[in-house]
């Protein structure tokens, strides 16, 4: 069983402003990583991402940036709560999975977003885990529709 997951959607905003969206801090902070982003997304870096509905400061391990086409990030793959979040296996068992986003520009001022994780064990806990991400992923792609065509954070008010 190869765990991994692809999804995608449009925003009608130019690729350059899509794509700041996520690498900046404060514009993440204000769809989706409500508890706050630390730290630009920039090649070889390490950020922080906390989700006000989900406490607890998540390290983002920043593989590789190509301006308004690719993100490739690494992070725990949590598919066990007792393990702590980290970037780095652990002789417990922690371990990373694999994040990519493209950004594809469309006519008339449109992007495409494609975001794609992959490297989760094939364990029932494994595929429980993904099928989470599955979700916050999908939910990240629609917050960040509202919020940069529309001004609306969906996230407020939707888990609390």
């Known amino acids: 069983m190869d765990l991994r997951f692809k999804i995608a959607g449009r925003i009608s905003r130019p690729v ?4 700041e969206a996520v690498v900046d801090p404060e514009q993440l902070s204000g769809y989706f990583t409500t508890g706050g982003a630390k730290g630009r997304l920039a090649t070889g870096a390490t950020v922080s991402w906390d989700f ?3 406490p607890g400061a998540f ?5 590789e940036v190509e301006q308004d086409r690719r993100i490739v ?5 949590a598919d066990d709560p007792g ?3 980290t970037v780095e296996p652990t002789a417990a068992g922690a371990y ?7 950004f594809e520009p469309l006519g008339g001022d449109r992007t495409l977003v494609t975001i794609a994780e992959e490297g989760w064990r094939p364990t029932a806990e494994g595929q429980r885990a993904s099928y989470g ?11 960040m529709k509202a919020w940069l065509e529309h001004g609306i954070n969906l996230r407020t008010g939707f888990y609390a």
């Open 73 to 77: 990030l690494r992070w725990a793959a």
């Open 96 to 102: 990373c999975t694999t994040v990519t986003m493209e």
């Open 133 to 143: 991400n599955c979700e916050g992923w999908t939910s990240m792609l629609c917050c």
């Open 52 to 54: 006000a509905d989900f």
């Open 16 to 19: 350059h402003e899509v794509f």
């Open 59 to 63: 390290p983002v391990e920043v593989v």
């Open 83 to 85: 393990e702590p979040a």
